[in-house]
């Protein structure tokens, strides 16, 4: 899989192309300091993953990742924690805190493969069947008997979700929107752009995040409020 790095920073460049260098299955073809000549090569060549920085001179990475190509992934890597909730309304599939750590960078590598694959394989996957309490999904030529108390989350990335059960995942493709419209609503709720979170799998929660298990889920600012007015507050034992 191949890839660029826009980061105005040199030693940031510096940095991601190490990381790059030490992750056997990526490449990185180009690298730039700047949006203006990152859109005019992304316009002329496929690039299959870029790592973009958002704090930038003229536009930011929040507003050129709205102009990425539908099939180039995208993670962000910045010094700021505070974007990461943002960074997902763009279909950001991931976001890295500088300093990063070759285990962490590897790790939303790994996330891009298996998107990269999704993106290239031809697929008629979808929601067959709905029931009261389960539903059939059609993934990898077979259908798939998913148990609504069995999902932990399902994440959306442009076409396709994930669906995230205890020990598997099942991938469609179905945007989320679709997805979340057939699921009880009395259990299931939009966290952000990217994710519908079974609140009954929650193990804790902030302002910002969702812990599901080793899972750290972003709360969108469009959705915080209905979230935690309908699944949070009413909730809490001593107010």
């Known amino acids: 899989m191949n890839c660029i790095i826009v980061d105005d920073e040199p030693l940031a460049r510096k940095a991601i192309q190490k990381l790059v260098n030490a992750t056997e299955s990526l490449e990185a073809i180009a ?3 700047g949006t203006n000549t990152t859109r005019e090569f992304l316009i002329k060549n496929t690039v299959d993953l870029v790592f973009l920085d958002i704090q930038m001179p003229g536009v930011n990475g929040i507003e050129f990742a709205r102009t990425i190509p539908k099939k180039t992934l995208l993670v962000f890597t910045t010094a700021f924690h ?3 909730s943002e960074s997902y309304e763009v279909d ?3 976001y890295l805190i500088k300093p990063i750590k070759l285990e962490r960078f590897q790790k939303a590598v790994e996330k891009a493969q298996t998107y990269n694959k999704l ?3 031809d697929t008629n996957s979808n929601i067959e069947n709905i029931s009261n309490d389960y539903i059939f999904v059609r993934a990898d030529r077979r259908m798939f008997k998913v148990h609504f108390n069995d999902i932990l989350y399902i994440e959306g990335l442009k076409d396709y979700v994930i669906i995230y059960i205890k020990d598997q995942r099942v991938v469609t493709l179905m945007n ?3 997805i979340y419209d057939l699921l009880p609503k009395n259990f299931f709720v939009r966290v952000s752009k990217s994710y519908v979170i ?8 902030d302002n910002n995040t969702v812990y599901i298990g080793k899972t750290e889920i972003p709360i969108g600012n469009i959705y915080r409020d209905f979230f935690f007015n309908e699944f949070v507050t009413k909730k809490i034992l001593n107010k």
């Open 31 to 33: 690298s730039f300091n």
């Open 198 to 205: 079974n609140v009954n799998k929650i193990d804790a929660v």
């Open 119 to 121: 993106f290239h394989t």
């Open 92 to 94: 950001a599939i991931d």
């Open 82 to 84: 505070e974007f990461a």
């Open 176 to 178: 989320i929107k679709t």
